[in-house]
């Protein structure tokens, strides 16, 4: 496994790759929802490179970009465990240079949801995104269903631009209480890791209810929002059930919709979703 810091070294290692290339972006502190993206792009590629890569511009001023955790020794054990081929961690200066300022802006699907909730993250994500395919050439890119949005935003861009690569959607991975696993997780306290589940019940019980029948989107999210508020760490930001397609919001729930939330437990914010098909 090579690991390379500089855009110029990965260049010259990116030419001499065995095609196809698969290709994971992630910002590091790896867990196994990563590794299912890692394991996938292997099984279908005959090179696999991962970036690992905290990228600034898709955090706001008030986020937690400093805090973000970060073990990239750990990080690099693990990938070299599955047989990753090359790693690009590079530091923010090689990304970014003095003076950068040119950004990628993906319209309507970008401004819903994590859109509304986080002005200006899908232009850090699409844009970090862009300048990464732009220097791996991946001929498939792998991204978790966890980021619905982000995977809905990254196959738009990548539709517009033409950028010639296929992307590719990985099942979200969760903990055996559902919780998906998420580098964030590592900031809940016991307490609050505890009542974190109640994401996952809330979009099970969503689930349940359309199965049963039920089709009023308000319904639907008013028991959604009752169970997650017997909580008293949960602060619920947005409950979504919306066409998983263009994101708009559904009165009347018609498959497939993408029934999506962001919660705070204390001062974690965490983001899961499913599709009801
Ligand atoms: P991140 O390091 O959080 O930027 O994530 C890197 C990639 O891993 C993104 O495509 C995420 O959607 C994906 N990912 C994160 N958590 C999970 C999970 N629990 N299951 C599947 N994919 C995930």
């Given at each position: 496994?090579?690991?390379?810091?500089?855009?110029?070294?990965?260049?010259?290692?990116?030419?001499?790759?065995?095609?196809p290339v698969g290709f994971v972006p992630t910002m590091g502190y790896l867990h196994e929802g990563h590794l299912a993206l890692v394991r996938r792009a292997k099984a279908e590629n005959a090179s696999v490179a991962v970036s690992i890569f905290v990228n600034p511009t898709q955090f706001g001023p008030s986020e937690d970009f400093g805090q973000y955790p970060r073990d990239p020794q750990r990080d690099l054990a693990m990938l070299e465990g599955e047989g990753t081929d090359l790693v690009f961690m590079p530091p923010v200066e090689e990304i970014y240079p003095p003076g950068f300022n040119s950004w990628v802006e993906v319209g309507e699907l970008a401004?819903?949801?994590?859109?509304?909730?986080?002005?200006?993250?899908?232009?850090?994500?699409?844009?970090?995104?862009?300048?990464?395919?732009?220097?791996?050439?991946?001929d498939r890119a792998y991204f978790g269903q966890k980021d619905a949005q982000q995977l809905l935003v990254i196959r738009k861009m990548a539709a517009d631009l033409a950028l010639g690569l296929?992307?590719?959607?990985?099942?979200?991975?969760?903990?055996a209480d559902g919780l998906a696993m998420s580098s964030r997780n590592t900031y809940l306290n016991p307490e609050e890791r505890g009542q974190a589940a109640v994401l996952y019940r809330a979009l099970t019980l969503a689930q349940r209810l359309y199965n049963e029948?039920?089709?009023?989107?308000?319904?639907?999210?008013g028991k959604m929002t009752d169970l997650i508020q017997r909580q008293p760490?949960?602060?619920?930001?947005?409950?979504?059930?919306?066409?998983?397609?263009?994101?708009?919001?559904?009165?009347?729930?018609?498959?497939?919709?993408?029934?999506?939330?962001?919660?705070?437990?204390g001062r974690t914010r965490l983001i899961d979703n499913v599709v009801v098909e």
């Open positions: 496994m090579k690991v390379v810091e500089t855009i110029a070294e990965l260049r010259k290692l990116r030419q001499k790759l065995p095609g401004q819903r949801l994590e859109g509304a909730s986080r002005p200006g993250h899908f232009r850090g994500v699409a844009t970090v995104v862009a300048r990464l395919f732009e220097l791996v050439k991946p296929e992307v590719i959607a990985v099942p979200t991975v969760r903990e029948g039920e089709r009023n989107a308000e319904t639907i999210r760490l949960a602060d619920i930001d947005y409950i979504s059930i919306a066409d998983a397609e263009t994101l708009e919001e559904l009165e009347v729930v018609r498959p497939p919709a993408l029934v999506s939330m962001a919660v705070k437990i």
